[in-house]
């Protein structure tokens, strides 16, 4: 009887390797058994052998199910490996074909407890040791497409920029806008890699025609997520003194009217978010400090420090 073949022995094996995550930077390993092939309690990523006539798509699926009890909701071929080691003193030869896949955190558990010890989930930065030999050479190789996941589980917050422009009266600027049927101060969103600072003067510039100089931070307002509207953090600058309301332009399209007016008679004018925001910002303007606030149960504001 002719001997059986080893694969990766005699010839050249392939695996599919699959580096399962949440989709909010957390990333699930195994810690493998005396049952495995080698390398005994140390933790990996996970994979399985492609056998003949079957895919690779299959294989993923059909492995992520069998060891992790759970489907695969998408995956990201990040590319190959050309793994030569020694085994049992012979050399191997392995093309090991790597997936980044997403999975459902949830339904994950230890299908195959007698190949793996423990299943647990960890961030990026604090994976337990001691690891695989493999695992620290495919987080070298796919670092970057590794740390996009990264960076796109981080919590994202609105930002947006606001200003208060006054007179000599004390009045301060407010707009009414063609879009909107409530006024507003000069302001709008943060772009991205903009600073709050930059985007206050940018939007100055670009509703009513003036080049400012920030001179200062009034009001910093943070706002948990209610009802439709996503958790934000706004920022009131001091504009400075303007005493001619003719020193702004407005296009009549974006806005069509400017006027000056008291602190309280724009608390009537503006929407109730920028209005619940205003006394504090007078307040800092008199005092000559900036105040922070947080918003988190209601519109108005439940902390002021």
């Known amino acids: 009887m002719d001997q059986q073949l080893k694969k990766g022995e005699d010839y050249t ?35 399985g052998g492609l056998e003949l006539n079957d895919t690779v798509e299959n294989t993923l699926r059909k492995e992520i199910k069998e060891e992790y009890c759970t489907d695969v909701l998408g995956s990201q071929f990040l590319g190959f490996r050309d793994i030569h080691r020694i085994y049992e ?14 999975v459902n955190r949830e339904k994950v558990k230890n299908g195959e407890p007698h190949k793996f010890d423990e299943v647990g989930w960890f961030k990026l930065g604090e994976f337990p040791q001691p690891m695989h030999s493999q695992f620290p050479i495919l987080l070298e190789k796919y670092k970057e497409k590794i740390l996009e996941d990264y960076r796109l589980s981080l919590p994202k917050k ?22 909107k049927d409530h006024w507003e101060i000069p302001g709008g969103v943060i772009e991205e890699n ?43 600058f001091d504009g400075g003194v303007i005493n001619d309301i003719s020193q702004i332009k407005i296009d009549g399209k974006e806005i069509s009217e400017a ?30 400090k900036s105040l922070y606030l947080e918003s988190i149960d209601t519109i108005e504001p439940s902390f002021i420090s």
């Open 13 to 47: 094996g392939v695996t599919v390797v699959y580096l399962r995550h949440d989709g909010r930077g957390n990333y699930v390993l195994n810690k493998r058994s005396n049952q495995t092939r080698d390398e005994h309690g140390t933790w990996d990523s996970g994979g």
């Open 259 to 288: 006027r000056f007016v008291s602190f309280s008679e724009a608390v009537s004018l503006v929407g109730e978010r920028i209005a619940s925001r205003l006394p504090t910002c007078e307040r800092a303007l008199k005092e000559k």
């Open 158 to 179: 609105r930002m947006a920029s606001g200003v208060i422009i006054h007179n000599i009266k004390g009045e301060i600027l407010v707009l009414k806008t063609a879009y």
């Open 194 to 236: 903009e600073s709050p600072r930059q985007a206050a003067e940018r939007e100055v510039l670009e509703e009513i025609g003036l080049s400012i100089r920030i001179t200062g931070c009034l009001v910093t307002h943070y706002r948990a997520a209610r009802g439709d509207q996503n958790e934000n953090i706004m920022f009131v």
């Open 89 to 102: 003193g012979k050399p191997t030869h392995w093309i090991a074909l790597d997936f980044k896949v997403l």
